[in-house]
């Protein structure tokens, strides 16, 4: 058992004991649980999430696969419903990182306690998680609450996912390389994987939805992010007045959220998270086309076949 499990409770240990599982790149596994792979960091506190989570009307869930730039839909979606308490100059994601102020549901809301009191918070509540739709806890279904998906192009996100470990991989566990990194994500053996099935659930969902599921994709938002920034803001139910727009608010925003600025800020470069992780792994390079610079032609082909072939007939195939 590796320290994860050993601090899982009876119920959840017992649990993990009739599930498949897989090695993980961090000494632990995926456990296959109704159809998702899901790490054992993650595990309770995802089951917890499922189990106990109420959602309110007004609450917002920005939901990605990992590396997707979680870290910037944070920041966007913060700076957007905090503008009216803070002004830019004085927003706390000057002095504190975006996962600190948009908490994972299933690592820091639910990991160590299924029943967090989440009702002081005010309206619009913003989490985050990497839960894949079928999965999700009714109450979000099933209220009018918000989800926006945010995805990336998969060779981007393993390239980006390959460093992202590399870095926080214990030294006592050998190092994954990115053949068996992307034989890996082929076997569809990537955190709440299979990719394809996440990026399809919430695509579906926001085909038949488009008001509750509002489904972005990385690639877009780097070409131009003033239409989407927008978007994301009526969405929330927080749109851009008319006077704010002609004050430049959209553009601040979106400068203010950029890769470079918020890497640069202090508490990004040397801050760290209570549990001894540094905020700086979560900003890297920040590009588009990243993955032509580490993936070998014969990488690429079997990963672009593979998803010509999970995701035809989807625009989420790019
Ligand atoms: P790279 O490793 O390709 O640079 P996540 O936030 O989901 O963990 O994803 C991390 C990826 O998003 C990293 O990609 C990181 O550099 C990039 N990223 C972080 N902040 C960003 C921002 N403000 N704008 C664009 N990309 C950002």
Redesign the pocket.
Known sequence: QTGEEERMTDEYQELIQTLPKESNWDGGYLYQYQGCWCPSLSFQGLISFQRHFQAHDTDVILI?P???????LK?LAFAIANRMHYPLSQSPLLTSNPHHLVPFLEFNIYHENPFPNLENIHSPRIFSTHTPYALLPSSIKDSKCKIVYLCRNPL?RL??YW??IGKLRPETVEAISLDQLVDMFCRGLTAYGPFWDHVLGYWKASQEMPNKVLFLQYEDMKVEIVSPLKTLADFMGCPFSLDEEKQGMVEEIASF???NN?KELEVNKTGKFHTGKQNNV??????VG?WANYLTPGMVERMEKLMEEKLEGSTSKR
């Open positions: 990605t990992p590396k997707s730039g979680t870290t910037w920041a981007d390239v980006s460093h992202f959220c950029s890769f918020l979560f900003f890297r390079k920040g590009e990243d």
